[in-house]
Structures are given as C-alpha cells and as structure tokens.
C-alpha cells in the first residue's frame, strides 16, 4: 500500500451515535446522535468540558465499547456487525492506540514494545519501515532499555512509535501529553504531526489542552455528548477563546 492509498477516503467514522450508561434514574447519555468522519490523512482533535464524552465518543469509534445506537467504522468495517474475535483482529490490526499512561510492557525493550503489536499479529515488521520510525521517533540509541530507564517524554515516543508501527487505519490517542511538561509535550504532538504529513496517517486525538489542539487539522467540540462545533486549522488561541465562550454560554 502507497502512502497515497491511506490517504485517500475515510479512515473512520460514527453516524447517529448514542450511548447511554446506567438504567433509569441513573441513566446518562454520554453520547447523543453524534455523526463525525476521520478522514484519512488529516489530524482532528476531539475537545469539550470534563463529561462531555470526548473519551466515550473515541472508545466507542475504537470499538473498545459499544453503542447504544447508531454505527461505528473503521475504514469499511462496521463494528457493531463483528463478532468479539474479529474485533480484536481488527483493533490490532487496523487501529494504533497512544493513552495517557504509556501503557507499554515494563519487562519488554523498546524495540519488542513497538512491535509488540505486529508479534501478536503474528505478522513480520517491514523492516525498512521500522527504522524510518526509529529514527523519527529519535530512540535509536534506547532500543534495548527497558521503559523505567526512559524518561516520560521517551515512553511515549515509544508508545507514538508502537501504535503506528503496523501502518494503521487511524491512531487513537487519549490525553497523550497529560502525563508530560509542555517540552516534551510538544515532541510527541510534533511526531503525531509528522506522521500525519510524512506517512498520511489518520489521528484522532481527545485532549483538554488548546495547545495540542493546534497541532491538528481541526478541532471538534462536544458539550452534553452532542458535537457542537468544529474548528478548521486551529490554533492555541483561536480554541481558548472558542473555550471561553462555550463557558460563559454555559454559565
Ligand atoms: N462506564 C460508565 N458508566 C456510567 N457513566 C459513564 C461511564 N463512562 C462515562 N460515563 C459518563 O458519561 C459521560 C461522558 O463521559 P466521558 O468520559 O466520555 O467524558 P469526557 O469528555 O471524556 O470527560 P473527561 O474530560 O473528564 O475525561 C459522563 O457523564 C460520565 O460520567
């Protein structure tokens, strides 16, 4: 596949999402009707108060849960039709994840947490690939640590590095710069970036912070589980003020 075949269409989507937690009285609708694309090759961000279901919206378009109605892609994969095994298959395969926590395997070096996911696909790394990653990433000289040897900023350049590895559809990265000071911060949003415009990837990122909003193409806002504007092109100041109005509307 060329960089241009990932480019091209949608790499995932939503269409009438809703989710709703609990029964009765203690039900909440974490998403409601909510219909947005990822395009291949573009950076979107996912903004929106505290509960406003940024992290359902991503969970549920990751099928790491489900909707209550509505459908969920990946590429031409609805999810709600696999079954549990081919949504594994799928997840591993078509979806590269980066969480807040790392996430890697402490007992494993970097070089076996970033094909951590093609060894459990049982599928051979393409070599050429996995060294133009390296040197991106910059962990060329920490290949055999261990990730308690490396610092924050290194952990999650590891974890960018492992979730597009296997050339996914679209990377999913919940809060990636929430556990990292701003420098480093912006290393990891600047590689997310460049994986964007050097390898036509798709990221879907949820963040609180207007600054890692600028690194993406556009920013989506959600308020009570429903999307309520979208921002081309933002920057650190366009969506604080976006940020500020949605407030004093609030209050
Ligand atoms: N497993 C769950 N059971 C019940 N309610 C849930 C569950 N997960 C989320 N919710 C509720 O759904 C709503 C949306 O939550 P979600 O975590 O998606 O919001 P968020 O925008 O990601 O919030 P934050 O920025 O604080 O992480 C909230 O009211 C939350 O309390």
């Not at 298959?89 to 402490?106: C, K, S, Y």
């Not at 696909?121 to 920490?142: T, Y």
């Not at 193409?217 to 309520?228: I, P, Q, T």
Request: aromatic share 4%; proline share 4%; glycine share 10%.
């Amino acid at each position: 596949m060329t960089t241009l075949d990932v480019v091209r269409g949608t790499a995932a989507r939503v269409a009438d999402a809703v989710k709703i937690y609990g029964v009765g009285g203690t039900e909440v609708r974490a998403l409601d009707h909510v219909t947005v694309e990822f395009p291949a090759g573009r950076f979107t961000a996912i903004m929106g108060p505290s509960g406003s279901g940024k992290s359902t919206l991503m969970h549920c378009a990751a099928g790491l849960d489900t909707l209550t109605a509505g459908s969920a892609w990946i590429g031409d994969a609805e999810l709600g039709s696999l079954n549990d095994r081919r949504l594994t298959l799928l997840r591993r395969e078509r979806i590269g994840f980066v969480f807040q926590a790392f996430n890697l395997v402490p007992t494993l070096t970097v070089r076996e947490n970033i094909t951590l996911p093609l060894d459990l696909a049982g599928a051979a790394p393409d070599q050429a690939w996995l060294e133009s990653l390296i040197e991106v990433v910059g962990l060329g000289d920490r290949l055999q640590h261990r990730p308690s040897e490396l610092s924050g900023g290194q952990q999650q350049r590891v974890a960018v590095a492992r979730a597009l590895a296997g050339r996914p559809q679209v990377v999913f990265a919940d809060e990636p710069t929430g556990n990292l000071d701003s420098r480093t911060g912006t290393e990891v949003l600047g590689l997310l970036r460049r994986a964007v415009d050097e390898m036509g990837q798709a990221v879907v990122m949820v963040t609180h912070d207007p600054t890692a909003a600028g690194f993406a193409d556009e920013a989506l806002f959600l308020a009570d589980g429903r999307l309520v504007d979208r921002m081309e092109r933002p920057t650190a100041a366009s969506v604080l003020d976006r940020m500020k109005a949605f407030e004093r509307r609030r209050s």
